[in-house]
């Protein structure tokens, strides 16, 4: 990968998430990308189903008002276009949930590569972040 760090939109595989978002007019992209980790939740996650649904759950943090720190202006600008018309849905909110504690666990590619460096401390906080950005009102 040429971009890596740890923020939800860091690596490749999420920034060619966000380029399929925006051919997206409403949150079925985002509830698909989520119900990619669940369905694998039982096996294995692999590490782009893991990255595209950090990214997911950033996007429906951000439309919930949530915007983090991190400008991202293609997800900003498709956000704005959308804040319109979104309304709060539990079940995704409830979606982004589980994904996370999946996404950390040891069912996931991407935990275990994050688990091998010194910045896994750092990547768990962002994951934390996540999940207080998504369940707040």
């Known amino acids: 990968m040429s971009v890596w760090d740890i923020g939800p939109f860091d690596n490749d595989l999420a920034l060619d998430w966000v380029q399929d978002l925006q051919e997206s007019n409403d ?6 990308t989520l119900n990619n980790v ?29 915007p983090g720190d991190e400008a991202v202006d ?16 539990a079940d995704l909110v409830e979606k982004s949930l589980k994904a996370l504690e999946l996404i950390v666990s040891e069912k996931s590619e991407l935990a275990n590569e994050w688990a091998q460096t010194d910045e896994h401390v750092a990547w768990r906080g962002m994951v934390e972040q996540l999940r ?3 369940t707040a009102m």
């Open 74 to 89: 293609d997800v900003d600008a498709w956000v704005e276009t959308l804040r319109k018309k979104f309304k709060r849905r």
């Open 27 to 32: 949150l079925y992209y985002i509830e698909d």
């Open 132 to 134: 207080a950005r998504v």
């Open 38 to 66: 669940l369905e694998e939740g039982e096996t294995f996650i692999p590490m782009p189903f893991a990255c595209e649904a950090l990214a997911a759950i950033d996007v429906l943090a951000r439309l919930q008002g949530q």
